[in-house]
Every structure is written in C-alpha cells, then in structure tokens.
C-alpha cells in the first residue's frame, strides 16, 4: 500500500512538473496573438487614413468636366460656364487658345441638333469654317456626294467628312432645295444664310460647272458663255429653290429663340462681320476663343489667307430682262410677308434696291 501510494505520488508530482514545464509554452502564444491583433489593427487604420487622404486629392485633382466626345452643349446666351477654362460645348480651353488669334485644328463633340441652311452658292462653306474656327469643333454635312469630297478649299486643320457626322456642332445643308424633303430631320435649331439671288444663282451654277469639270471647289469662275446656257436652261428651278429656303427654314420652328437669319453680304462685311461671327458664336453655346479675339479670327477666315472661298471674277454675270423681273417680284412678296422677320425684311429690301438699278 506505502508503495502504491509512494507510486502515486511520484505520478502526480511528474504531472505536476509537466503542467509547469508545458505553461510557459502556452504563455508565449498568448503574447504573440495579442502583439498580431494590435499590429493588424494598426495597419488597417493606416490603409483607411491612405485611401481617405487619396479620395481627397483625387477629388481636388479631378474635377469633373464634360469630356470632348460627352459634352452636352446649351444653346442660348446665357450658357457659358463659370469655370474660365471651358466652354460650354465642354471643351477645355488652350493657352495658345486664350487671347490670340491662333486657328486651331477642330475637334470632334457631342453631336447638336443645329442646321445650317442656305439655298447652294450663299456662303455655306465658309461659314463652316469661320463656326470651326469660333468653337474649335467640325461641322457635318447632309451631303454625301463623291464626287465633291476631297475639292473642298478648306485649309484650316484637316477637312472633315464632307457627310452627316456625328459629334460635329453644326450640319450644312441646302434642303429640302430640288429633294423636296428633307434627308436629316433631326434639326431642331437653325442658323439660315441669305445671299442677294443675284449672286447667289451664279455662284451655285458655278459650283455645278466645277463639280462637272473637275475643278477645285472655289477656285475657278466658269467661262462666261457657259453662264448663258446655265442660266437660261435652269433660272426658273434655281430662283425656285432659293425662294423655298426661305420659306422653308424661316417658319420651320415656332420659337424665334431656335433660329438665326444671317444676312450673307453682313457676315463678309469687315464692319458688321465680326459682330455677326460673335453673335453665331453666343447662338451656338459660346465658343473655345474669347470674344475679343473674334475680330482677328474673322479676319483670318473670311478675308484673310486662312480660308480662299472667293473666286476670281473675269465678267458679272448678267440676267436676261424677264429673269429680273421675276426676281423683283419674289424679293417684292418676302418683303410683304415678312414684315415680322426684320432681317429677312432688311434683306429683300436691299436686293430689290440692286434688281431696280
């Protein structure tokens, strides 16, 4: 019995011995879990200050901004944006831009729903190329024909696709003209040209001869006994077609705020030129140069060596004596019926006093 017991005391004693000799490595465990629990701790509000403190200056760095190809351009005179370094088409202005008279290559932006009619021979090109200039992005065309694509006298940047773009700020187009209707129907806004019938028949049928010819576009005046036989076979369809311009796009939209009439001889006028390049520019959302600089540009483009749209003149081309009085007579019933428009009014009445002489 003393033995069994003596046995049973050197047992637990041996186990007593083991439990102190196994404490310490439970002890050390202990400790390690703690020190990881505190140093997980400490980097998880490390990575939480690091992440804030990045959003913050992202937030400063990236202010939000209508890109290029996602502006959404407001169309009225009190669209432009107060920040000094856009335009309301979205587009971030250049230093080269601010102040000077730089032309800049035009970019492309959100497509606008803004027309820019004129019967053909009125101007329409080069007022293309002065809106280009004015806001720094390209303007489309409802025409697709091939054989002009490539003859455009267009030397500001790169010409643009001589078809109906997306993402350009106005559409060219001469209808509904001889079509009868229109090929582009999403016009919603327009800027309209007028030009005197007794420049702008001539001008078209000249285009007309260049196209046949394989002529730059606005280069070469057709030669005068070309004039004669143009005239006589096609007057009436012409004089047709720049009447039904007018009364197309005039009484297109019910709100006057969504039309602008420019008076073509006014636009290349070097005192009233300028003013109207300004106003196009408010009318189309405000453009990528400041307006003081709008002189210069118009300058540039419309009498200047940037852009050659004026063709040299070798005769004035004549009109038989019916074909004037045909003429007066449409000048005579716009001026009646458009006592409402004073532009288009202001223009009749000055082509009528040309016809009369």
């Known amino acids: 019995l003393v033995a069994k017991m003596v046995r049973m005391r050197k047992t637990r004693s ?43 200056e992202t937030t400063i760095l990236h202010k939000p901004k209508n890109d290029i190809l996602n502006a959404k351009p407001t169309f009225n005179s009190a669209s432009r944006t107060d920040n000094p370094t856009e335009n309301s088409l979205g587009i971030a202005k250049t230093e080269s831009s601010e102040n000077t008279c730089e032309i800049v290559t035009p970019v492309f932006a959100n497509r606008t729903s803004t027309a820019l009619a004129s019967y053909p021979g009125s101007g329409n090109t080069m007022t293309r190329v002065l809106i280009e200039a004015l806001t720094g992005v390209w303007t489309g065309s409802t025409h697709g024909n091939p054989l002009m694509l490539g003859k455009q006298s267009r030397s500001v940047g790169n010409p643009a696709d001589d078809r109906l773009t997306e993402n350009v700020v106005v559409v060219k187009t001469h209808q509904p003209g001889k079509v009868g209707y229109l090929r582009w129907k999403g016009a919603t806004r327009v800027i309209l040209i007028v030009r005197n019938p007794l420049d702008a028949i001539p001008s078209s049928c000249n285009a007309k001869w260049e196209i046949g010819s394989a002529t730059v576009m606005h280069t070469e005046q057709m030669p005068e006994k ?43 006028n070097v005192e009233t030129g300028p003013a109207i390049a300004a106003e196009m520019m408010t009318f189309l959302g405000h453009g990528i140069i400041p307006l003081e600089s709008v002189p210069c540009i118009w300058q540039k483009v419309v009498r200047g060596s940037a852009e050659k749209v004026h063709r040299t003149r070798r005769y004035k081309p004549s009109f038989l004596r019916k074909q004037l009085d045909q003429i007066i007579g449409n000048l005579t019933e716009i001026s009646q019926n458009y006592k409402h428009e004073p532009t288009i009014e202001r223009a009749t009445s000055l082509y009528l006093d040309i016809a009369k002489e």
């Open 14 to 56: 041996g186990d007593n011995r083991d439990s102190v000799r196994r404490a310490p490595s439970w002890q050390p465990s202990s400790i390690c879990v703690s020190q990881c629990i505190v140093a997980l701790t400490i980097m998880i509000l490390s990575i939480n200050v690091y992440n804030l403190k990045n959003k913050n």
């Open 226 to 268: 070309y004039w004669i036989v143009t005239r006589d076979r096609r007057f009436e369809f012409e004089l047709k077609m720049w009447r039904t311009m007018i009364d197309f796009w005039t009484k297109r939209f019910d709100d006057p705020d969504n039309s602008m009439i420019v008076i073509y001889e006014d636009l290349i």
